[in-house]
């Protein structure tokens, strides 16, 4: 198995890099390989099973797309071709729609996979607890942004919020699932914080099994967390 990080040099924000370091742990004969910014991603030439991609600055995600877009149709290919998983997470997420409007009211081009858009509200940041649900599965975490996204229909949403915020102020539907591709604003890191979760990536790249690194501690902790969730008094952000 071959899971390739993309800009990890540049995708370092809010401790979700854990999420591969988890997935090392759950996979030591998988082969990780970081792509740094000026290589060309592995996943458009080699046979990858998962493609990792975490939160980033706003800057960063402008010079990340002026990479990605010269390679725009060869990553189509890639993500309509449903050989391999794409997981991003953070506003990576944003990269996909067709554009990022800044608070100036200018627009930043992205790779318009999807027909999204973001929109920056810096620097008034967003954060929010979430609980949400992903078919049977309840996620727990939170978000820290300085976007919302926008025209991301129901069924192509990664999960539907029970507690937070979705996508933006109006929808109870967050992040997106289409085809291979999984991508979510929530952070945690998510794999950490969310074992079932973690349980169905792993089913996803064909390495499921009983049990996970750690598992009892993090059911303890996830526990614990859903206890706090359920408190009537808690304060969302």
């Known amino acids: 198995m071959k899971i390739e990080i993309l800009y990890p040099e540049l995708c370092t924000l809010y401790g979700d890099k854990g999420n591969m370091q988890y997935l090392k742990l759950c996979l030591p004969d998988a082969e990780f390989v970081e792509t740094t910014l000026n290589a060309k991603p592995l996943f458009l030439t080699e046979d990858i ?3 990792y991609m975490c939160s980033m600055s706003e800057k960063s995600q402008e010079v990340i797309l ?13 993500f309509d071709a449903e050989k391999t998983v794409f997981f991003f997470v953070g506003n990576a997420l944003e990269l996909l729609g067709k554009y990022i409007k800044q608070e100036d009211g200018s627009k930043v081009e992205a790779l318009a996979y999807l027909n999204s858009y973001s929109v920056r509200q810096t620097p008034n940041r967003f954060n929010t607890l979430m609980k949400a649900k992903f078919d049977d599965i309840t996620l727990l975490g939170y978000t820290s942004r300085f976007s919302h996204t926008f025209g991301i229909p129901e069924q192509e949403s990664f999960c539907k919020v029970e507690m937070g915020t979705g996508m933006n102020p109006k929808s109870v539907f967050e992040g997106i699932r289409k085809g291979k591709i999984l991508a ?3 952070l945690g890191p998510i794999l950490v914080a969310n074992p079932d979760f973690t349980h169905y990536l792993l089913r996803m790249l064909g390495a499921d099994m009983e049990k996970i690194p750690y598992e009892d501690a993090m059911r303890d902790a996830y526990n614990q967390k859903m206890k706090e969730f359920d408190k009537p008094d808690l304060e969302l952000s």
């Open 184 to 186: 979510t604003y929530m």
């Open 66 to 78: 002026s990479r990605l877009l010269p390679l725009k149709e060869e990553i189509f290919r890639a």
């Open 49 to 51: 099973d998962l493609v």
